[in-house]
């Protein structure tokens, strides 16, 4: 959509749902339940693989933030991760493989997890296609993606019209449907057949879990990687909650550990889940003697130059006055590396976090910046606090641990592993 009033209509019809109080008392719980349970089932996969074996993580790491964010959106609890850990419980036999890596019998999950993946799937076949709407019309004509299509619209239907009944009702806002709904009612607008509404909260719960459990799948592979960055936040957590091993929700959204906030900006920045930030231009530009004309889709690549890689040379003839040195640009050898303290200020004997401290644009810039940046720094907190206090990331054996990508709806890395010992 254009930046114009419908656009900006349309993002405050989900504005409260990215206010503090709203992140705070709702969603934050809701989080921290959900990798609560991840954690347990990592325990008994941990188990079961052995010191020596690793398994796949980052189907599980999809899995856990869809049961975060789904009371979240809907206001219902699928449970989906607690239900697979309870399965695996009933088996005390550990899986026979002759691998490195140990390949546990796959879980049913709902229909409706089912149908999320699906439709965030479906775009990785259309995004080299020439002609990507007429592609993705044809897709939608096989009948395993109408069936898809057609569950999602029962979910959203069912989900606006319980929370119609609440906003009625009078009863206390729980979910991102509920907020919509009470606003619409107060303008006259509670129409569940909306599709600005249906998709409006489809949008929020498809958006807000592939691109974190994405980046929270190459978050895990950094770690692996880094030791000592992770025995370093762990030592710094542990000065921030010395009464306890685990933090909670209220610990974890009440205080402020630098080095955390830098351990997760980092892997925003280094995992490229976002590879590219788009504008189109309003008028003719001219850059560097080349014409853009207005109305050009202009793609600025967040893993490239000046991001992950050296600086794209400049002739001193282009230059201008935007482009004088300023502070914050990090060298270029250090651009291609892992490196969390790039984000810390060293005062004294203290640590601040600079969220602004060098070209890092994960969620985009400006009014079209990712609306739910808030919800994503928040899961990606409480989600690597609460792995890196319940187990140590052990090394994953070289053929398992690649840095290839594949780019699907986000770019997801092929090879997501993890050799776990829990923390006692």
Request: aromatic letters at 8%; one cysteine or more; hydrophobic letters at 40%.
């Amino acid at each position: 959509m254009p930046t114009n009033q419908k656009m900006k209509a349309q993002r405050r019809m989900m504005s409260d749902t990215m206010s503090p109080s709203f992140l705070n008392e709702k969603t934050a719980p809701s989080i921290h339940q959900a990798v609560m349970d991840l954690m347990e089932l990592w325990k008994v996969k941990a188990r079961l693989a052995g010191s020596q074996r690793v398994f796949q993580a980052d189907v599980d790491l999809r899995h856990a933030i869809l049961d975060a964010l789904w009371p979240v959106a809907l206001g219902t609890h699928p449970g989906t991760v607690k239900a697979q850990t309870e399965a695996l419980k009933e088996s005390s036999e550990i899986p026979e493989t002759n691998s490195d890596v140990v390949e546990f019998s796959s879980f049913h999950v709902p229909e409706t997890f089912e149908a999320m993946a699906g439709i965030a799937d479906s775009v990785e076949s259309i995004l080299s296609s020439p002609f990507p709407a007429i592609h993705h019309w044809i897709l939608r004509q096989f009948p395993k993606l109408r069936t898809v299509f057609q569950v999602k619209e029962r979910l959203i239907t069912s989900s606006l019209e319980a929370a119609l009944n609440r906003a009625q009702e009078g009863s206390k806002i729980q979910s991102a449907a509920d907020l919509i709904l009470s606003r619409a009612l107060k303008t006259g607008t509670a129409d569940v057949a909306s599709p600005v509404v249906r998709d409006e909260l489809f949008g929020f719960l498809v958006a807000g879990h592939d691109t974190t459990a994405t980046t929270l799948a190459w978050g895990v592979k950094y770690l692996s990687d880094h030791p000592a960055v992770l025995d370093k936040l762990r030592r710094r957590m542990r000065k921030a909650w010395p009464y306890t091993k685990v933090p909670t929700a209220e610990d974890l959204v009440r205080t402020s550990v630098p080095y955390l906030e830098a351990v997760v900006e980092e892997i925003a920045r280094c995992s490229g889940t976002q590879s590219a930030i788009s504008r189109r231009t309003t008028k003719d530009v001219n850059i560097m003697n080349v014409l853009i004309p207005k109305g050009t889709d202009v793609f600025f690549m967040t893993n490239g130059p000046d991001f992950r890689e050296v600086k794209i040379p400049v002739f001193p003839a282009y230059k201008g006055p935007s482009e004088d040195p300023r502070p914050g640009f990090w060298p270029d050898y250090t651009l291609g590396y892992f490196c969390p303290e790039r984000w810390i200020n060293f005062e004294g004997d203290g640590e601040q976090f600079v969220q602004d401290a060098g070209p890092s644009y994960p969620f985009g810039a400006g009014f079209r910046g990712c609306f739910g940046k808030r919800l994503a720094r928040l899961q990606l907190r409480i989600a690597v606090a609460l792995l890196v206090s319940s187990f140590e990331l052990e090394d994953v054996p070289q053929a398992l641990s690649s840095y290839a990508a594949t780019d699907k709806l986000n770019h997801h890395p092929q090879q997501c592993y993890v050799r776990l010992r829990e923390i006692k």
